[in-house]
């Protein structure tokens, strides 16, 4: 990735194409309009947006104040609310309920609590972020909400940010180009030139077109998606109260403006077309371009790739936006920074306690969960951290759910081209275009995300139709970081971890094969030949690996697909469509069933909102029962 990107697996445009409704208007209608409902959505929205922020903390609803005395320790039988679930989302969501006054209790399958956000020792001595390895897209409000410095949060900021290395001979002995991409914008240039002078002088306005993307759509991640089944079937004054949805929607089309169009393009177009309208060097153009197929089953040149091109311009870290970082002790520790502000207020949390289903009442609406062991806990709702498969088609009694509703989840398009792969090597990477110290000490494109087959965006889109073949991709597109460049406590003195974030690898293989040890290994023993090219000496320096295809990520963490936004963030599955159209606002056909994962809007990545807004959907509804 480049300026400012850093990969997090995940993604955080899922608000755009909402955009689409501003553009039917003419530009003095819009304005009216906006004018208009802005004015009616006003008043509800700051009401509400103040009694939240003061709730956050303030003392606790009295009609759901609870005593917490055995909140650590033993399972009760009873609290307000349940989640399923301790991925990021799922504790953020317990840690602003419980913030509320919800006594809430969360419920993880595994042994370690974080989801896909979690460091394990797979290796012995080494420390790996085993799915999701960067961090960026985490909301400021539940760094500063949570008090996340308080609770043990470290971060390692990046600069240098993207790492291109050139395969290239013939050269006289002369090392091979890369780009190198950083905060520094004169530097970026002079990287940018040796390729292109025309592209060195695009890209500072390319940024800022990009950024001011980025600035329309922060304020659509903090909020529910516009209620449109409000719209359409609520009574008059649930539809006047559903104006307020509007807000940030219009202050999106506001901040974009006439350029509305311009940005639309971008939205639907291929990532190719948007970036050929800027640049002409390939190296640039390919390595921005991951950012626009990273996590998904699609290529550059296809339609509705080009909207998440904004990823490597949003978010932000310390204050610094579009600046991605490694999270002391792994991503892990952000994990439990965030459970650790949830217990501190009296949150339960229990590992290796499995939700069987979720229990209905006679009368349709959720009064707990029965776990594997057949214990029951009851609850006011149930909060869902896991995909929306697995809520809705695993734990929730199908009869209590509407047949259309069904169908459409079962539906969702779930596939993965993602496999990953944690690397315990002896030594760093040596690259060709970029030689190590003399001494072996990080050099600065050592904490780079470094992309590997990435020259051309025709590697890329080769990489995909391999594995539209049922073949993984014969040079993947890869990833590579590592994070123990700068955090040498994930492993020994002298060693390092390697994250490799690998794309292309169906979930389905050709030929009836499966994904054996065998098939595992030779995708594995593929990307390393790859590196080995770029980095001579690469293959001897390893010393263990985990290899984690589609099927294991499915497997391990409870990815549908291995898909690691559990559904796709296409764009007929975002916003108001995510999960499904109607249902967007993290509440289900089933009275006090909500859904918090990546599943719901804003979609996927270690980004916190879908905990945070559903917390707050919760405990409106909490309020008014």
């Known amino acids: 990735m480049a300026q400012g990107q850093v990969r997090q697996l995940g993604c955080s445009s899922s608000s755009l194409p909402a955009f689409s409704l501003l553009l039917p208007l003419p ?4 304005k009216a309009a906006c004018k208009q409902i802005l004015g009616l959505a006003r008043a509800e929205m700051a009401a509400c947006g103040r009694g939240l922020r003061r709730a956050v903390g303030a003392s606790p609803h009295p009609a759901l104040r609870r005593a917490h005395s055995d909140a650590r320790g033993r399972l009760k039988p009873e609290y307000d609310a349940v989640v399923i679930g301790a991925g990021h989302n799922g504790l953020v969501a317990a840690a602003y309920l419980q913030r509320l006054g919800v006594n809430t209790a969360v419920f993880e399958r595994r042994h370690v609590i974080g989801g896909a956000a979690v460091t394990e020792e797979i290796i012995p001595g080494f420390k790996f972020s085993r799915a999701s390895y960067l961090l960026s897209l985490l909301r400021p409000q539940i760094y500063t909400e949570l008090e996340l410095k308080k609770h043990g949060l470290r971060l390692h900021l990046r600069n240098p940010h993207s790492f291109t290395p050139m395969l290239e001979e013939g050269t006289a002995g002369k090392v091979p180009r890369s780009l190198l991409l950083g905060t520094d914008m004169a530097e970026n240039q002079k990287q940018i030139a040796q390729f292109s002078r025309k592209d060195a002088q695009a890209f500072p306005k390319y940024e800022a077109f990009m950024n001011r993307l980025a600035l329309a759509i922060d304020p659509l991640l903090d909020a529910a998606p516009v209620d449109m089944e409000a719209f359409q079937r609520g009574s008059l ?15 999106a089309g506001r901040i974009l403006g006439a350029q509305l169009p311009q940005y639309y393009q971008v939205l639907t177009a ?31 040149y296809i339609p509705g790739s080009g909207y998440v091109l904004l990823h490597h311009v949003m978010g932000g870290l310390e204050g610094m936006r579009g600046a991605w970082g490694y999270v002391q002790g792994g991503m892990g520790a952000l994990s439990d920074a965030i459970a650790s502000s949830a217990t501190a207020h009296g949150a339960s949390i229990f590992t290796e306690k499995t939700v069987a289903k979720v229990q209905v009442s006679s009368g349709g609406r959720v009064q707990g969960v029965v776990l594997q062991d057949g214990s029951e806990v009851r609850s006011k709702v149930v909060l869902s951290s896991a995909s929306p498969h697995i809520t809705f088609l695993k734990l929730t009694p199908q009869e209590w759910l509407p047949e259309e509703f069904v169908e459409r989840i079962s539906q969702l398009d779930t596939q993965s081209p993602v496999t990953k792969i944690n690397v ?27 992309h590997l087959n990435c020259e051309d965006t025709l590697l890329l889109h080769q990489a995909f139709e391999d594995a539209m073949d049922g073949l993984p991709s014969h040079r993947p597109m890869i990833e590579l970081c590592i994070p123990s460049s700068l955090d040498p406590t994930l492993a020994p003195p002298g060693c390092h971890v390697i994250s490799l974030f690998t794309q292309y690898t169906p979930y389905t293989l050709a030929a009836g094969k499966a994904w054996d040890e065998q098939e595992r290994n030779a995708h594995a023993d593929r990307v390393c030949d790859c590196i080995e090219a770029y980095a001579p000496g690469f293959k001897d320096s390893v010393v263990g690996r985990d290899i984690l295809t589609p099927p294991d990520l499915e497997r391990v963490f409870g990815l549908p697909g291995g898909n690691i936004f559990h559904c796709a963030m296409a764009l007929d599955q975002l916003y108001f469509a995510r999960p499904v159209p109607l249902h967007s606002s993290y509440r289900c056909p089933l009275r006090g069933l909500y859904l918090c994962g990546s599943g719901a809007h804003p979609g996927g990545g270690v980004m916190g909102a879908a905990g945070r807004n559903a917390a707050h959907v919760v405990f409106r509804d909490l309020r008014s029962m």
Not at 27 to 30: F, K, L, P, S, Y
Not at 426 to 434: H, K, T
């Open 237 to 251: 004054l649930q539809r006047l109260k559903s104006l307020s949805t509007l807000k940030p929607l219009l202050q």
């Open 424 to 450: 315990a090597v002896n030594r760093l990477p040596d690259f060709l275009a970029a030689p190590n110290a003399p001494r072996g000490q990080p050099l600065p494109h050592h904490q780079c995300s470094i």
């Open 270 to 300: 291929p990532a190719v077309k948007v970036l050929d309208q800027w640049f002409e060097s390939e190296p640039l153009k390919a390595t921005l371009a991951t950012d626009s197929v990273i996590g998904a089953m699609t290529s550059p």
């Open 27 to 30: 530009g003095e209608a819009r």
